[in-house]
């Protein structure tokens, strides 16, 4: 069964495809399909309403069940931002460098303690008929002081778990705790329902 990603990120593509081929569901993106879906206004106020509001959208363009997720990292000692604002946070959209640069001044001088974080992931699946799921994963860690790695993207090269960066960690060390990996993975025991 065929559903369309929304989103033309090629990485969050590949998490996707490897976790959930198992089902039988092949993930394509609507440039794969030589398919527009027009940009939406992600105008939530949570990570659940902005993925529902790109599923929506992918879903009623194409026709087809449509999965959306929206991530980003949520640090601690920045009251919870940037939260929903992660690929934008410096002001353009998913320019990591910038994020990362700034995310790293915003941190400047704030001991190892105080740098904790995490990483959200709401995954929202919609059909056709109007079926619709959402679930969200987490994983928690911490800001290194500097990038480390070349692996994953976003915030990967800051982020620390068990020690190291995820830019450090494969993409399949990865998708066993990070949060789109764990958001997934339920996915897959909802779909798993009615599929």
């Known amino acids: 069964m065929d559903f369309i990603l929304a989103t033309n990120n090629m990485k969050k593509l590949g998490e996707m495809q ?3 081929s ?68 410096s002001g353009g959209h998913g320019n990591d460098e910038a994020n990362n640069d700034l995310l790293l001044e915003k941190l400047s001088g704030v001991p190892m303690e105080q740098r904790t974080a995490y990483y959200a992931c709401a995954i929202c699946c919609v059909f056709p008929d109007g079926r619709e799921i959402t679930v969200r994963g987490e994983c928690h860690g911490h800001i290194g002081f500097e990038r480390d790695g070349n692996e ?29 990996g764990k958001a997934l993975r339920l996915l897959t025991k909802e779909l798993e329902k009615i599929i």
Do not use: Q, W
């Open 18 to 20: 490897r976790i959930l």
């Open 152 to 180: 994953g993207f976003g915030y990967d090269p800051l982020f620390i778990i068990n020690g190291k960066a995820f830019g450090r960690y494969t993409a399949e060390e990865k998708d066993k705790i990070s949060h789109r």
């Open 22 to 89: 198992p089902l039988g569901i092949n993930v394509v993106t609507a440039k794969m399909l030589g398919i527009t879906i027009p940009d939406v206004e992600e105008n939530g106020t949570t990570f659940e309403e902005n993925a529902r509001i790109k599923a929506l959208s992918a879903c009623e363009t194409t026709g087809m069940p449509a999965i959306a997720d929206d991530s980003g990292i949520c640090v601690d000692y920045l009251d919870g931002a940037p939260g929903i604002f992660s690929a934008r946070f």
